[in-house]
């Protein structure tokens, strides 16, 4: 009521949208109590029907219900925008606030650029993946370490043949003696008391065209020969026009009239199972010209299974020529021999560990 005088007293002047709720009281028989506390109508003149018509008495604009509120807001507006009374405001822009980052990335509006890719194994659902293929479907199908190794490399689940054949490789270069370079070093480091990581480590260092690492070479060269339809005697004149080493020919100790058994065992193994071996088959040939001139010049074990690895992969129907040539270009050849030795030096270190062998220090007759 004190607003309805002050409306008619002059001292509201602009207009006004009022409602007081509380009008669905007539409809109860007991008194009952809206609003804030204490609101309790207990006399005609305190009911909200009594107050909405004084309101609209008073010059108050009051609306039908309290539903009609907001359109007779809207209609008093306007009423005032049309005959000059008010002028509408430009809303200023809105600052925007940023998204929350996790909550953004988890509707999928963003994602986050990676630090790097990696895309042959996965170990974020119920089971770890190695490339598509789930722990339980590798342990369930057997493909022991070929497969894995296959799978981690190549992403690709090869034929058994050439699961079998990864496997001889590990085989066939997991050790050749304490004497060659990698085991000689896995050897002195161990007993200069290292531990076994850097006795590993100082044998994996010795590796490359001399010692174990002809795998890649011997492909690449034998493999860009064949290619290039060269014979093989065109090739090794060639070879020694360049005054280039032949990678994967030649061996120390054996020789044409004392093989290598380790070459024999990976050569039969190839043909006899491989589709086709065209480049080894052109190694045999390279092999028969330089075995003519000294006897020692045998494809090598290094050789064997780099140019075989190379029919494999060409002849699987896993990979595309292109494919192939690019695992060459990789380095992944000289892995096999690498991940195969490391079981020899390994064994090289424990062997002195377990022998409790002293520092090692070279006589001095033979320097």
Not at 64 to 93: A, H, Q, R, Y
Not at 325 to 339: A, H, K, R, S, T
Not at 345 to 356: A, E, P, V, W
């Amino acid at each position: 009521y004190e607003i309805c005088e002050a409306i008619k007293n002059g001292v509201i002047t602009k207009p006004l949208v009022a409602w007081c709720i509380g009008t669905c009281a007539s409809l109860f028989t007991s008194e009952v109590q809206f609003g804030h506390a204490g609101a309790l109508a207990n006399a005609e003149a305190e009911t909200a029907v009594a107050k909405n018509l004084a309101l609209k008495e008073s010059g108050a604009i009051v609306p039908n219900s309290f539903d009609d509120l907001g359109t007779t807001i809207n209609n008093v507006f306007e009423g005032l925008l049309k005959d000059g009374t008010v002028t509408p405001l430009i809303e200023p822009p809105r600052p925007s606030v940023p998204i929350d980052y996790a909550w953004a990335q988890q509707l999928g509006l963003i994602r986050k650029p990676t630090s790097f890719v990696s895309t042959i194994s996965d170990e974020r659902g119920e089971e770890l993946i190695y490339c598509n293929m789930t722990i339980s479907e590798i342990m369930n199908q057997d493909i022991g370490v070929g497969g894995v190794l296959s799978l981690l490399w190549m992403k690709k689940r090869l034929p058994d043949y050439a699961l079998k054949f990864i496997e001889m490789c590990l085989m066939i270069t997991a050790d050749h003696g304490p004497a060659v370079s990698g085991a000689h070093n896995t050897i002195v480091t161990a007993r200069a008391g290292k531990d076994l990581i850097s006795s590993v480590v100082s044998g994996m260092l010795t590796i490359g065209d001399r010692f174990g690492g002809a795998l890649d070479g011997a492909a690449q060269q034998f493999t860009n020969a064949f290619d290039e339809g060269l014979g093989a005697r065109e090739f090794v004149t060639k070879m020694r026009d360049n005054k280039k080493l032949i990678m994967g020919i030649g061996h120390r100790v054996k020789s044409i009239n004392n093989p290598d058994k380790r070459v024999e065992i990976m050569k039969n193994f190839a043909k006899t199972h491989f589709p086709a071996t065209p480049i080894l088959d052109f190694a045999l040939e390279v092999e028969k010209v330089t075995t003519a001139k000294k006897p020692n010049l045998i494809l090598n074990v290094d050789g064997v299974i780099g140019i075989a690895f190379v029919d494999l992969m060409r002849n699987c129907g896993q990979f595309t020529k292109e494919e192939a040539d690019e695992y060459i270009q990789l380095g992944m050849l000289n892995g096999l021999f690498v991940y195969g030795r490391t079981l020899g030096f390994i064994g090289h270190y424990l062997d002195q560990k377990r022998l409790k062998q002293g520092l090692y220090r070279h006589p001095w007759d033979d320097i």
